[in-house]
C-alpha cells in the first residue's frame, strides 16, 4: 500500500540553526501538507501547498518557514533559524484532491521529531 | 473560527468492553468530520469521515460514529474493544468551503487492558 515517508524520524539542531524537513509524498497525490504538534498540544495546521505554490497558511507559518517541491517526488519544509519553542513532531501529509467540493482522504507520514536545543 | 474539544484525555477500559470517545466541536459554519487513529511511532490514519447523508457513519476497525448537529458531537464508539485498539484518537474539522485544512482536538488515549 503507498504510504507518505518521512525523513530524518529525528532531527536535533541548535538554535539559530536551519533544518531541513524531507516528505515524499504518495506518488499521484496533488495536494500537500504540512501539520505540526508540539509535546502534549494539538496537532496544528502549518500549510497546505499545490501547483507549486502555498494555498493557505496559518499564523504559525511565518517567514521563518518555507515549503519546496524540488523535484517531482519530495515535498520539504525549512525553518530558517530555529528557535527552542519550534521542537515539535511535524507531520507531512498528502491527498489526492483537496478542494472542499472534491475531498479526499489526506495520508499521514510517520512524522519527524524536531528537537532545537 | 472552528474549535474542536476532546474532554477526556484519557479513556482505560477492560478488552472486550464497549467505548465511547467524546467529540464536540464548534463553527459557524457547515463542515466536514473526522476520526483520526494513532499507533505508536506510526503517523495519522482516518477511521471515518461525515460528509453528509445518514448521521451514523461506520470506519474501519469496527468503530463507528455518529453526527449530532443540535449538539455539535460526533463521538466515536466500539461495542467490544481489543488490545491492538490501544492508540491515541483525534478528531478533526475542516470547513466546506475551504481548502482542506484540518482542525484537531487535543486527543483521546485509549487504553485497553486485558
Known amino acids: 500500500e503507498p504510504e507518505v515517508t518521512q525523513t530524518p524520524s529525528h532531527q536535533v539542531t541548535q538554535m539559530g540553526q536551519e533544518v531541513i524537513l524531507r516528505c515524499v509524498p504518495i506518488?499521484?497525490?496533488?495536494?500537500f501538507y504540512w501539520y505540526r504538534q508540539i509535546l502534549g498540544q494539538k496537532v496544528e495546521f502549518l500549510v497546505s501547498f499545490y501547483n507549486n505554490e502555498i494555498s493557505e497558511k496559518s499564523e504559525i507559518f511565518d517567514d521563518q518557514f518555507s515549503v519546496e517541491r524540488p523535484d517531482g517526488s519530495n515535498f520539504t519544509l525549512k525553518i530558517r533559524s530555529t528557535k527552542l519553542e519550534d521542537s515539535a513532531m511535524y507531520f507531512c501529509?498528502?491527498?489526492?484532491?483537496?478542494?472542499?467540493?472534491?475531498?479526499?482522504?489526506?495520508?499521514f507520514g510517520p512524522g519527524t521529531r524536531l528537537t532545537v536545543t | 473560527a472552528q474549535s474542536v474539544t476532546q474532554l477526556d484525555s484519557q479513556v482505560p477500559v477492560f478488552e472486550e468492553a464497549p467505548v465511547e470517545l467524546r467529540c464536540n466541536y464548534s463553527s459557524s459554519v457547515s463542515v466536514y468530520l473526522f476520526w483520526y487513529v494513532q499507533y505508536p511511532n506510526q503517523g495519522l490514519q482516518l477511521l471515518l469521515k461525515y460528509l453528509s447523508g445518514s448521521t451514523l457513519v461506520k470506519g474501519i476497525n469496527g468503530f463507528e460514529a455518529e453526527f449530532n448537529k443540535s449538539q455539535t458531537s460526533f463521538h466515536l464508539r466500539k461495542p467490544s474493544v481489543h488490545i491492538s485498539d490501544t492508540a491515541e484518537y483525534f478528531c478533526?474539522?475542516?470547513?466546506?468551503?475551504?481548502?482542506?485544512?484540518?482542525?484537531f482536538g487535543s486527543g483521546t488515549r485509549l487504553l485497553v487492558r486485558p
Open positions: 501529509a498528502s491527498s489526492e484532491a483537496g478542494l472542499a467540493g472534491n475531498l479526499d482522504e489526506q495520508y
Open positions: 478533526a474539522v475542516t470547513r466546506r468551503d475551504s481548502s482542506y485544512k484540518l482542525i
Open positions: 506518488s499521484n497525490h496533488l495536494y
